[in-house]
């Protein structure tokens, strides 16, 4: 593996994790740096830099910010936002990666970038979920608020050290991975107890 790969795989996998917090505010910073030539793109994805998107991520990520406030509604939020989340994680592991083969590019984007996605976002919801059913919701502000600093300072960092946030996001996913086995058990035995 060169170099150059490595690199990308290692932006993708970040950027694509960070849109398991926001769907669109790592959308509008890779739309952003594109623009400004930080970040190469492939090129099929030289839309992802231009005015129109960068204002239509832009706008969307404010209503996003915005719409995750609202109590209750940001529980509805996640459950609309997770497959948009892998999309987008799938879409921006697709937009770096320097792979020849369309389709294999594609395979690589979803496995990859819409994994990382997801598995950001199971994070985020079990963490709003156990805010809104031990709080009934009044803390799920301040979960919002830590998911936008995550999502953007995530998404900034991505650009100048991506493989560092990489492994970074590598090690919560296996953490997120562990919690919520652990949950899903302690949920079945919780099941079996009660129909004893």
């Known amino acids: 593996m060169n170099g150059e790969l490595i690199t990308a795989v290692a932006l ?29 793109l492939t090129e099929n994805f030289s839309w992802l830099g231009s005015l129109p ?10 209503v996003e910010v915005l719409a995750y406030y609202i109590p209750f509604i940001d529980n509805l939020l996640d459950t609309i936002t997770t497959p948009l989340a892998v999309g987008a994680g799938t879409l921006l592991m697709t937009s770096v990666l320097p792979v020849d083969h369309e389709l294999m590019k594609w395979i690589m984007g979803f496995i990859v970038g819409g994994g990382a996605a997801a598995t950001m976002q199971s994070g985020s919801v079990l963490s709003r979920f156990t805010s809104s059913k031990f709080t009934g919701g009044t803390a799920n502000p301040v979960v919002s608020t830590g998911e936008n600093v995550a999502a953007l300072g995530t998404s900034i960092t991505a650009l100048f050290i991506p493989v560092v946030v990489a492994i970074i996001f590598i090690f919560i996913a296996i953490i997120i991975f562990f919690k919520l086995f652990e949950w899903r058990r302690h949920s079945r035995e919780k099941k079996s107890k009660a129909t004893e």
């Not at 960068?54 to 404010?62: K, W, Y």
């Open 12 to 40: 993708g996998i970040a950027l694509s994790a960070s849109t398991g917090f926001r769907v669109f505010i790592p959308m509008l910073v890779a739309s952003v740096a594109a623009h400004f030539n930080i970040i190469p």
């Open 53 to 62: 998107a960068i204002i239509s991520f832009g706008t969307a990520a404010v």
